[in-house]
């Protein structure tokens, strides 16, 4: 059975950090193409960033330059390390993991960035 966990959101007030993880279970994580999204309130979900099996990574105009995506292989996680937050960033965060026809979402975890 394939799962998705992830941890770390929360309440921060602007400019603060945060760093979401998401434990993966039940896929061979290695090949996997890793994705962050996000969903607001009354928006559609949106891709915030990427990372390959092959360790490329890509990001969503909005957060260039202050989020990073990373993986840890060796512990089938993958990580979101946002800075300079701002309250445009509030949205359940979700962990996706992606290869070929298989499509896997975590349950999501709330950000909230108070201004």
């Known amino acids: 059975q394939v799962q998705l966990v992830e941890s770390g959101g929360g309440l921060v007030q602007a400019g603060g950090s945060l760093r979401l993880s998401c434990a993966a279970s039940?896929?061979?994580?290695?090949?996997?193409?890793m994705n962050w999204y996000r969903q607001a309130p009354g928006k559609q979900r949106e891709l915030v960033a990427t990372?390959?099996?092959?360790?490329?990574?890509s990001y969503a105009d909005s957060v260039k330059g202050r989020f990073t995506i990373s993986r840890a292989n060796a512990k089938n996680t993958v990580f979101l390390q946002m800075n300079s937050l701002k309250p445009e960033d509030t949205a359940v965060y979700y962990c996706?993991?992606?290869?070929?026809?298989?499509?896997?979402w975590g349950q999501g975890t709330q950000v909230t960035v108070s201004p």
């Open positions: 996706n993991a992606h290869l070929v026809v298989n499509d896997h």
């Open positions: 039940g896929i061979f994580f290695s090949v996997f193409d």
């Open positions: 990372i390959t099996g092959g360790g490329s990574t």
